[in-house]
């Protein structure tokens, strides 16, 4: 029988990777009072730092996958298998979230081409496919909850900011209503904007990595970054 210190903090490997359905909006200091109304709570504060990988190619990122650290743990955002199509999915985005070693290395050397072991350390794997990291990103949070909606509010360190309402579904048919909800919600919130906004790391790439930004806008894989979405 487990004894009390023998919990369990890894998923395990064949947990089904959690889609997050989320919308970005640009956030203004109105924007927490509206939260508070709706009758939010502010659950967290805190402060990470993103490490991203990509292979010199950009491979990874071209195929809409973003591999990183936060603060030391690696994760891999990429599209869900059978992402739902509709008139929210446009300004809103998809991803399945996997955290576990082997699944990172299944997936990202399937879209290398390589035949990487999934029993390899993350390290191995960095070295095998020249993997290296191309953007370092601070980042302020604070964390509001509001019924079965996380809304963040993010602050990063080279002056620029972006709020996310974001939904977890354990199943790709219920996409399509979390993207409703959040629809809904970003209205009341007065921030449903029309246009997909670009998140942190778009910025910095944009800002500080001119070639994979222009790469990454031409193949239309992030949206196009403009001065005033900074806020110095
Ligand atoms: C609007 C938009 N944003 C980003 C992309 C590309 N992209 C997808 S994932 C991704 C990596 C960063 O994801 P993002 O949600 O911006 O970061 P963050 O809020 O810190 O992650 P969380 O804490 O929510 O896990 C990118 C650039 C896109 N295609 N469209």
């Known amino acids: 029988m487990a ?47 993103d490490i991203y990988y990509d292979v010199p190619q950009y491979s990874l990122t071209l195929s809409d996958h973003w591999l990183r650290q936060r603060d030391g ?10 992402p739902t199509t509709n008139d929210l999915s ?18 990202c050397s399937a879209v290398l081409g390589l035949a990487i072991p999934t029993d390899s350390s993350m390290q191995e794997f960095l070295t095998s496919a020249q993997c290296g990291q191309f953007a370092t990103i601070k980042t302020e949070r604070k964390s509001y909850s509001l019924n079965e909606f996380s809304v963040d509010l993010d602050t990063a360190d080279f002056g620029f900011r972006v709020g996310e309402i974001e939904v977890l579904v354990l199943e790709e048919n ?12 970003a209205k009341t919130l007065g921030v449903g904007e029309s246009k997909k ?36």
């Open 197 to 232: 906004l670009p998140g942190k790391l778009s910025a910095y790439l944009q800002r500080f990595r001119p070639e994979h930004y222009k790469t990454l806008l031409q193949h239309e894989i992030i949206p196009e970054v403009r001065d005033e979405h900074f806020f110095c």
């Open 174 to 185: 219920k996409i399509a209503d979390a993207l409703s909800r959040i629809d809904m919600l």
């Open 3 to 49: 004894n009390q210190g023998d919990v369990k903090t890894e998923p395990l490997p064949n947990t089904p990777p959690t889609i997050e359905v989320e919308r970005k909006f640009t956030f203004t200091d109105s924007t927490e009072d509206k939260l508070q109304e709706q009758g939010a709570s502010l659950i967290q504060q805190k402060t990470f730092t």
């Open 90 to 107: 446009q300004v809103t985005c998809q991803y399945a979230e996997h955290v576990t070693i082997p699944e990172i290395i299944a997936k």
């Open 73 to 82: 743990v690696w994760e891999l955002k990429c599209p869900p298998e059978n």
